[in-house]
């Protein structure tokens, strides 16, 4: 299904286009209606358009521009120009380059369909040949490096992948399974004589260590290598029979060292560390090399260093889950509920692993919640402790991650139900004072109009019209106006062509169309039934 934006300055061309057009018998999903330039590219970048039907002769911005708009940021659309005969030449030679087509005013409804059955076509054949499995595949393997290193890197993170999904993941991108084996990580870094080059060739110096890397490791080990956020390359190892030792790990490493040494001219630090099984001791193993190298080296270079056998717990941990993004805020801020509550599940997973300091972690948890509850609540203009019941707001200790998460939870429940019920006023009552408005000046309301009293944009009045009432503005427009016109036909002595004026319609015959689709009768044969 295909999305279509009309653009016009003159409000009754849109308007009727968007009416008169049988657009869903050809296959277009949503009609979008802008009455300027700029209006259209604020509606283009919020929505997938495929074409494009504007006004060469527009205020600000004509509708040539906007068309060279379009092509430096959305080379797919496909655009087509409404001219007048005394721009026709004008017109005729712009779109050689810029258009698909053009039409003349008055349009045709035939010529309209005509035209946007063929620029359907044309879709139609270019998603064909897009989405075609050779050029699909070839895509992926040029994407292939990329997902693989940040892949890696997630992983690294730590983002949790259930064991399904990272094994898919693994298998489409062509790597070695590794879910439940011993791995082991090696970090490099470049050091001075690296740094000093131009930022065109430390790429390709990083490339010819992988590069170098891979030649030397793949005999015993498996390896998957991405750059990290520290800028340091790091390398993914596992081995490929039970034999291989640390030994050989460190003596591989060592020679990787040399040999960027000897080759590139350069040093470089590494890194090694011990085992852990994939993946869920990768992220520890990672920090701790991280932690050597900013510990260990220094302003040293050229070093080579190996994380103790047996990899240490720090002391006292932070809790990860709790600040690693998304945020809470930055989740309440887009009011993501259930993100906040698979949030919430995965913080007080870890929290009843915090171990002898759960006591002290069930406080810095309770405090990051109330600060992110506190803000959500003054954003939206409320007193935290107007909002929820009496005991949610005591002073209470609690000494239990799962006294914490049902105070959590439940206060996450409050909130929701507090703020959805007066999202819901409010959008009532804005649907209300749309429905007055255009009742109280039928004869001359637009989108723009309706969105200025209001004062929304009319992109998004538009879409929460849609989702509040399931139809459109435009809809609405059509349906007062018929049933205003029905009322005056059967209660006034006003002619047709004064019911149309009244109404806002260009042209009495235009008018009389509209009715007869509304009512199966001409408006003169719904008079005479009514009397």
């Avoid at 080379?75 to 380059?97: D, M, R, S, W």
């Avoid at 992926?140 to 890696?152: A, G, I, K, S």
């Avoid at 609690?398 to 819901?424: C, N, T």
């Avoid at 004064?498 to 009715?515: C, D, M, P, Q, V």
Wanted: proline share 3%; charged share 25%; aromatic share 12%.
């Amino acid at each position: 299904m295909l999305q279509i934006l009309l653009v016009d300055d003159e409000p009754y061309v849109v308007d009727d286009l968007s009416i008169t057009i049988p657009w869903a018998d050809l296959q277009f999903e949503q009609v979008h209606k802008a009455y300027s330039g700029q209006e259209a590219l604020e509606i283009l970048m919020h929505n997938p358009i495929d074409i494009v039907i504007t006004d060469i002769s527009m205020p600000e911005m004509s509708g040539l521009q906007l068309i060279e708009e379009i092509r430096s940021g959305w080379k797919h659309i496909k655009c087509v120009l409404l001219t007048g005969y005394a721009e026709f030449e004008y017109a005729k030679k712009a779109i050689e380059n810029q258009a698909s087509a053009y039409l003349l005013k008055p349009i045709g409804d035939e010529q309209l369909i005509e035209v946007l059955q063929q620029l359907h076509l044309e879709i139609q054949r270019e998603w064909e040949t897009l989405s075609s499995f050779q050029n699909t595949m070839q895509t992926f393997r040029e994407h292939l490096p990329l997902l693989r290193d940040r892949l890696l890197n997630e992983t690294l993170q730590g983002r949790r992948f259930t064991k399904e999904q990272l094994s898919e993941h693994m298998h489409k991108y062509q790597l070695s399974p590794m879910i439940d084996e011993h791995v082991a990580i090696m970090i490099v870094r470049l050091e001075d004589y690296f740094q000093r080059q131009d930022m065109n060739s430390i790429p390709l110096f990083e490339y010819a260590i992988v590069n170098i890397a891979n030649e030397l490791f793949h005999e015993q080990f498996d390896i998957w290598s991405c750059k990290d956020v520290h800028e340091y390359l790091v390398f993914l190892l596992k081995p490929k029979s039970p034999d291989v030792r640390s030994y050989s790990l460190t003596q591989t490493a060592f020679e990787l060292q040399k040999n960027v040494s000897m080759y590139l001219k350069g040093d470089v630090s590494v890194a090694t560390t011990s085992w852990g099984i994939f993946p869920y001791k990768v992220r520890e193993l990672y920090q701790s090399a991280v932690a050597l190298i900013r510990q260990r080296i220094g302003q040293d270079t050229g070093l080579f260093l190996t994380v103790d056998q047996q990899i240490r717990n720090q002391d006292i941990q932070i809790m990860q889950s709790l600040y690693e993004p998304p945020t809470f805020l930055h989740l309440f801020e887009a009011n993501r509920w259930d993100a906040i509550e698979e949030k919430l599940h995965a913080v007080f997973h870890e929290l009843k692993g915090s171990g002898e300091h759960s006591q002290e972690h069930i406080e810095v948890t309770r405090n990051y919640l109330k600060t992110a509850f506190y803000y959500f609540a003054h954003k939206n203009n409320k007193l935290l402790r107007d909002i929820l019941a009496p005991s949610m707001n005591e002073s209470r200790k609690f000494h239990s991650p799962e006294m914490l998460k049902d105070w959590a939870m439940e206060l996450i429940v409050q909130l929701r139900a507090y703020f959805d019920s007066g999202h819901q006023d409010q959008r009532s009552i804005l649907i209300n004072d749309v429905h007055d408005f255009v009742d109280s000046n039928i004869g001359y309301v637009s989108l723009q109009s309706i969105a200025d009293h209001v004062q929304l944009h009319p992109v998004y009045l538009s879409k929460i019209y849609k989702s509040e009432t399931g139809k459109s503005i435009s809809d609405y427009f059509f349906q007062v106006k018929m049933e205003k016109a029905a009322h005056l036909l059967t209660n006034s002595q006003l002619k047709i062509y004064e019911i149309s004026t009244l109404l806002g319609y260009s042209t009495a015959h235009y008018f009389i169309k509209l009715f007869k689709e509304y009512s199966h009768m001409t408006p003169q044969e719904f008079r005479e039934r009514s009397n």
